[in-house]
């Protein structure tokens, strides 16, 4: 994240934005994926090739709004 943000040092300051990568984690049987803006449970579905069903039973969703920065699990 330092080179993606030309940082040199650990240092933040407040109200400093920060550019983060949208690459999904895998931690070995899922993907973790961060919701960005625009997102929607179908859309996310489709680039993984999974259901809207399958991605809310492995989070536990009762509806299909989403936040932007929240992390799902992607079953594979």
């Given at each position: 994240m330092k080179r993606l943000n030309n940082l040199s040092s650990n240092f933040l300051s407040i109200g400093?934005?920060?550019k983060i990568p949208s690459v999904p984690i895998t931690d070995n049987e899922n993907?973790?994926?961060?919701?960005v803006a625009?997102?929607?449970?179908?859309?996310?579905?489709r680039r993984?090739?999974?259901?809207?069903?399958?991605?809310k039973n492995a989070n536990n969703l009762?509806?299909?709004?989403?936040?932007?920065?929240?992390?799902l699990i992607i079953p594979r």
């Amino acid at each position: 994240m330092k080179r993606l943000n030309n940082l040199s040092s650990n240092f933040l300051s407040i109200g400093q934005v920060l550019k983060i990568p949208s690459v999904p984690i895998t931690d070995n049987e899922n993907i973790i994926y961060t919701v960005v803006a625009g997102d929607n449970l179908y859309q996310i579905a489709r680039r993984y090739n999974t259901s809207v069903n399958a991605i809310k039973n492995a989070n536990n969703l009762i509806s299909d709004s989403l936040s932007i920065g929240q992390k799902l699990i992607i079953p594979r």
